[in-house]
């Protein structure tokens, strides 16, 4: 049974910084991309930045050159190292996982928080 868990978010300063970490269990020899999403009140998902398994990314255009995401060595893992955090970043973060012939895979979610 696949299983996809985030943890590091917080509440922190604006211009600081934070790293979630997301960890995909069970399937992972079907495991393709990953990805980070992010979910403000009254706001849809949005794409944050993702990840194939050859390691090419891509990002929404509001985070380039400030969020960078990065696979693990076991490449069941991924990471997302967040500096000059802005309160605009507020947002419950959500990792997903995706898979070859079975359906993406969704994190519980990780409360990032920036004050002003």
């Known amino acids: 049974q696949v299983q996809v868990v985030e943890s590091g978010g917080g509440l922190v300063q604006a211009g600081g910084s934070l790293r979630l970490s997301c960890a995909a269990s069970?399937?992972?020899?079907?495991?393709?991309?990953m990805g980070w999403y992010r979910q403000a009140p009254g706001n849809q998902r949005e794409l944050v930045a993702r990840?194939?398994?050859?390691?090419?990314?891509n990002y929404a255009d509001s985070v380039k050159g400030r969020f960078t995401i990065s696979r693990g060595d076991a490449k069941n893992t991924v990471y997302l190292q967040m500096n000059s955090l802005k309160p605009e970043d507020t947002a419950v973060y959500y990792c997903?996982?995706?898979?070859?012939?079975?359906?993406?895979?969704w994190g519980q979610g990780t409360q990032v928080t920036v004050s002003s």
């Open positions: 997903n996982a995706e898979f070859y012939g079975i359906p993406p895979h």
């Open positions: 990840v194939t398994s050859d390691g090419s990314t």
């Open positions: 069970g399937s992972i020899f079907r495991l393709n991309r």
